[in-house]
């Protein structure tokens, strides 16, 4: 059974940090592409971060970059989204998913995403 996991949320004051993690099983997670994405009460579901699944290679939107972090431990079956100088705009409900790596990664394209996780909700207070 495919199954990924998403934690790490909570409430924060601005600037302040969270680390989100995606816990992976039923599928091999060296071969997938792992994206973040968020939605925002009333708004549409957006990208916030990717990571390869071999090369690592890492893709981060405008409004997270140099902020946000995504990292993966394959060994564990696991990628981390270290939120860093958060905003109130950055609440929302946050998800991970999983994508096939064949080379070719459609980061921010929803319907190349394979496997959701549910998610877990971040809300940053002013």
């Known amino acids: 059974e495919v199954q990924l996991q998403a934690s790490g949320g909570g409430l924060v004051q601005a600037g302040g940090s969270l680390r989100l993690s995606c816990a992976a099983s039923?599928?091999?997670?060296?071969?997938?592409?792992i994206g973040w994405f968020r939605q925002a009460p009333g708004k549409e579901l957006e990208g916030v971060s990717c990571?390869?699944?071999?090369?690592?290679?890492?893709h981060y939107t405008d409004y997270v970059e140099g902020r946000f972090t995504i990292s993966r431990d394959n060994a564990q079956n696991t990628v981390y989204l270290h939120m860093n100088s958060l905003k109130p705009e950055d609440t929302g409900v946050y998800y991970c998913?999983?994508?096939?790596?064949?080379?070719?990664?459609?980061?921010?394209?929803?319907?190349?995403?394979?496997?959701w996780g549910q998610g877990t909700q971040v809300t940053v207070s002013s």
């Open positions: 998913a999983a994508q096939r790596d064949d080379g070719s990664i459609w980061y921010w394209d929803l319907d190349q995403y394979q496997y």
């Open positions: 039923g599928f091999p997670f060296d071969d997938y592409a």
């Open positions: 990571i390869g699944g071999r090369e690592y290679s890492t």
